[in-house]
Nanobody, 121 residues
Framework: QVQLVESGGGLVQPGGSLRLSCAAS????????MGWYRQAPGKQRESGASISSGGSTKYADSVLGRFTISRDNAKNTVYLQMNSLKPEDTAVYYCNVVVITPESTYGMDYWGNGALVAVSS
């Protein structure tokens, strides 16, 4: 199995910064894609940012220019640097990975348990 451990959530003032991390472990042959989704109460879970194994990134319009996603392949870890935070960024942020395992013949999707980010004055 694959486990994802998220860290870095918390309370921050509007305009502040926060850095999330997500470390993957387990029987992983390779990680194809790593990304961050977020879900506010009563809202649909939405994509925030993703990064491929080759380093290609994609951002939602709502976070473009403020958030930066990166990954450390040696550590199987993905990061989300969140700057200029707004109250509307308040949500539970979920790490998502697509991995190849020794048992899989295709990419498998795994989710972290979520990290709460609260942006409030």
């Amino acid at each position: 199995q694959v486990q994802l451990v998220e860290s870095g959530g918390g309370l921050v003032q509007p305009g502040g910064s926060l850095r999330l991390s997500c470390a993957a472990s387990g029987s992983i042959s390779s990680i194809l894609v790593m990304g961050w989704y977020r879900q506010a109460p009563g809202k649909q879970r939405e994509s925030g940012a993703s990064i491929s194994s080759g380093g290609s990134t994609k951002y939602a319009d709502s976070v473009l220019g403020r958030f930066t996603i990166s990954r450390d392949n040696a550590k199987n870890t993905v990061y989300l640097q969140m700057n200029s935070l707004k109250p509307e960024d308040t949500a539970v942020y979920y790490c998502n990975v697509v991995v190849i395992t020794p048992e899989s013949t295709y990419g498998m999707d795994y989710w972290g348990n979520g990290a709460l980010v609260a942006v409030s004055s």
